[in-house]
């Protein structure tokens, strides 16, 4: 029983560390883009965003969709040509004759283009993005693999111990 319960955290502590080192990676050859899975992107917020009630360093999960498919009032992840972030929106009009799209941010409308356009809003999970944040520094990826490391070592000798400890005891007659 303990030897199984051993293997499956060993399992687990395993896959975290390739999800760790694979963030750690897209960030070194991706330049800090979004990374994508499965046609969803993963994308860390650097502004709140009151209506939906996305916070700074949250994690939003964003399908990525054609613009044929959008509807109005649909919510919105998108990039900033100016300074290359990304913003959350509320989808107000669509105009296929220019390619553009209407956005409401914050009471403000803008004009973005369809090439500008990330996804529609799926999900959140709150301050994880603070995580991946640090995750993505040398010092944060070798802290990370450290401890997880560290608590492998720590479980195999105490499973280790226990055995010594029950051959210890049990005489042979």
């Given amino acids: 029983m303990r030897d199984t319960l051993v293997r499956i955290i060993s399992i687990f502590l395993a896959i975290i560390s390739i999800i760790i080192l694979v963030v750690f990676l897209q960030n070194v050859f991706y330049n800090g883009k979004p990374f994508t899975v499965l046609g969803h992107r993963l994308i ?6 009151e209506k939906e009630q996305i916070s700074e360093n949250d994690l939003i999960i964003v399908n990525e969709k054609n613009t044929n498919d959008l509807k109005e ?11 290359k972030s990304t913003a959350v929106g509320t ?18 409308e803008i004009t973005i283009s369809k090439d500008s356009l990330i996804g529609t809003y799926e999900l959140k ?19 990370s693999l450290g401890t997880i490391f ?3 070592v720590i479980i195999t000798s105490f499973s280790k111990i226990i055995l010594f400890i ?8």
């Fill in 44 to 49: 860390i917020m650097t502004d709140d965003y």
């Fill in 73 to 83: 009032n649909d919510l919105v992840a998108y990039t900033l040509e100016k300074n």
């Fill in 91 to 108: 989808l107000k009009s669509i105009d296929t004759s220019t390619a553009t799209l209407k956005v409401t941010n914050l009471n403000d």
């Fill in 125 to 143: 999970v709150p301050k994880v993005g603070k995580y991946i944040l640090f995750l993505r520094t040398l010092k944060g990826f070798l802290l």
């Fill in 150 to 152: 560290i608590i492998m």
């Fill in 166 to 173: 029950k051959k210890l005891f049990t005489k042979k007659y």
